[in-house]
């Protein structure tokens, strides 16, 4: 005989759904589908009067947005039909966790603090490993809970060059933050040259740190088509003036939003607010103060603002200025990053130099060239032995591959190889 005694069953269910609630009114539907040429089953038929763009089998199209209204009605309705079918099992409902329910929020939001200090705690804690670890576990499909504690700890050390602690951890916001400081060393440095077109038009080239961005992930992922292209994004932030800004801002400049550039800046951004979105994926409302603006592009490069409303003239006037501790770090971080550039300009070089003196050194000695990059193996054949592709090298040890695979016998004389 087995005994299952009644166990309370909890079931948590989000009071709306994560996407939100999808359409249900199947005009709307049509709507969206035509503007934005959605269709596939149905044949595009434009209106020769007005323009207006339909479908040649209008019925049918009519009778899909229908199903899918009803179909998303169904969807939407999900936890009624749930919440009845627990009542008529004999089950019940304890709301718990709604949004008139106060106590349960403050719960769970203390909760998710804790877990979230904790986790900055472990990572802090965590072993510390060597870059070959490290890229090692980047391949491998599974790693133990310690080992990924382990890698995020490499992985902030090695991004900021700074003690790993838990308020860096959380500073770090899962590598938001790095993102922010590149896209800041970017707009302030030195823009590159001014090129014109054949019709005239000027255009600014990037800096060589955003170049060189783009040109190491296009050769790193050179069969992706979906690269990043942060010279887009710097021509962006450089067009709405954020250069001068920055590096009045940086050097503890203090601004009250009616400054002609912290204008410019608003009125070009209202002007330009699709392209804005698009590019930075920004939303500018139209309604908006200069300073506010200016503010969410701060926020984008990982800098903050405080503000002081000292009295003149009997008018409390408020100043904004960059937030000193954002302003330390930033200053930290694009210094380790330029003598991280610098070594490894060093150690490039250096490699130049030992490969240099290594060729001289064969040529002096033995009167050859050091062998130079083999051919790409475009069938996939492995049995080639080894070829250099210097022609007549090549051409000899082609032969003698040849010979050895032959179906008669060879026999060596004197170095050579002939058949008996």
Not at 130 to 148: C, G, V
Not at 351 to 368: F, H, L, S, V
């Amino acid at each position: 005989m087995q005994y299952r005694p009644d166990v309370p069953m909890y079931i948590w269910v989000a009071p709306r759904p994560p996407f939100g609630y999808a359409e249900t009114n199947a005009r709307r539907i049509k709507e969206r589908i035509l503007q934005k040429n959605e269709m596939t089953a149905y044949l595009i038929r434009i209106d020769k009067e007005t323009g207006k763009r339909g479908a040649e089998k209008n019925w049918a199209l009519d009778t899909s947005c229908q199903i899918e209204a009803q179909r998303n009605w169904s969807i939407n309705n999900l936890r009624a039909d749930l919440r009845s079918l627990l009542e008529e099992m004999g089950n019940t409902i304890v709301p718990a966790g709604d949004s008139a329910d106060e106590g349960a929020q403050k719960w769970m939001k203390a909760a998710g603090i804790a877990i979230d200090e904790e986790h900055y705690r472990k990572v802090a804690n965590a072993k510390d490993i060597d870059r070959r670890t490290y890229t090692s576990r980047q391949h491998q499909d599974y790693l133990k809970p310690e080992e990924i504690l382990e890698c995020e700890k490499f992985r902030i050390q090695d991004t900021y060059g700074m003690s790993v602690t838990p308020e860096l951890v959380e500073k770090d916001d899962g590598g938001r933050l790095i993102k922010k400081i590149v896209a800041l060393e970017a707009i302030l440095a030195e823009p590159g040259e001014t090129i014109t077109d054949d019709q005239g038009r000027e255009f600014v080239t990037p800096p060589a740190v955003v170049v060189d961005r783009d040109k190491s992930e296009r050769e790193r992922l050179s069969i992706c088509t979906d690269w990043s292209n942060h010279s887009t994004s710097w021509l962006m932030r450089h067009r709405l003036g954020l250069r001068t800004v920055l590096t009045d801002l940086m050097d503890g400049i203090e601004v009250t939003g009616n400054e002609a550039v912290v204008e410019a800046i608003a009125q070009f951004s209202k002007r330009n607010t699709p392209h804005i979105k698009g590019i930075l994926n920004l939303t500018i409302p139209l309604d908006e103060s200069p300073v506010w603006i200016l503010g969410q592009y701060l926020a984008q490069l990982g800098l903050s603002t405080e503000s002081r409303r000292p009295l003149e003239d009997g008018k409390r006037v408020r100043y904004y200025r960059l937030n000193t501790e954002d302003v330390v770090f930033a200053r930290n971080v694009l210094e380790y990053r330029q003598r991280q550039r610098e070594e490894k300009e060093k150690r490039r070089q250096e490699e130049q130099e030992r490969n240099a003196a290594y060729a001289a050194k064969m040529q002096t000695q033995y009167g050859i060239d050091t062998p130079s990059t083999p051919p790409i193996n475009e069938d996939g054949n492995n049995k080639r032995g080894g070829v250099d592709t210097n022609e007549q090298l090549s051409e000899v040890a082609s032969l003698q591959f040849k010979i050895k695979n032959s179906k008669f016998k060879i026999k060596e004389i004197n170095g050579g190889l002939y058949p008996e």
